[in-house]
């Protein structure tokens, strides 16, 4: 079992910045990709940017490329997002993820199986 609890929410106006924090709990975390994830209402959550187990590896959606940044730390076990320039459309219920498997990599979306509450991110226009 593993806890997990995202911070760092709220408005921001367009162009605007933001910084998401999740810390972890209850399983070895640095022995695990991070990833986090969004979802707005009526849409599938989305895979936005994730992480590999030591940090090396990264993977982002190409609608966040070059404006969202995860990085992670291992003594503190927790993951951040740094979000720039964010856009209306960025708008959504943002949740730290956490993968079971052990592997190298970031994985899919799918292999993502435990989830914070969700944090959310209004980017007004």
């Given amino acids: 079992q593993v806890t997990l609890v995202e911070s760092g929410g709220g408005l921001v106006q367009a ?9 972890a709990s209850g399983r070895i975390f640095s022995s695990h990709a991070m990833a986090w994830l969004r979802q707005t209402r009526g849409k ?4 936005v940017a994730a992480i590999d187990y030591r940090g090396d590896i990264t993977h982002y959606a190409e609608s966040v490329k070059g404006r969202f940044t995860i990085s992670r730390n291992n003594i503190n ?4 997002l740094q979000m720039n320039d964010l856009k209306p459309e960025d ?20 292999e ?3 989830w914070g509450q969700g944090t959310q991110v209004t980017v007004s226009s």
């Fill in 44 to 47: 599938e959550r989305e895979l």
């Fill in 91 to 110: 708008t959504a219920v943002y949740y730290c993820a956490f993968r079971s498997r052990l592997g190298f990599g970031v994985g899919s979306l799918d």
């Fill in 112 to 114: 993502y199986d435990y």
């Fill in 15 to 23: 162009g605007g910045s933001l910084r998401l924090s999740c810390a």
């Fill in 77 to 80: 076990d927790t993951v951040r």
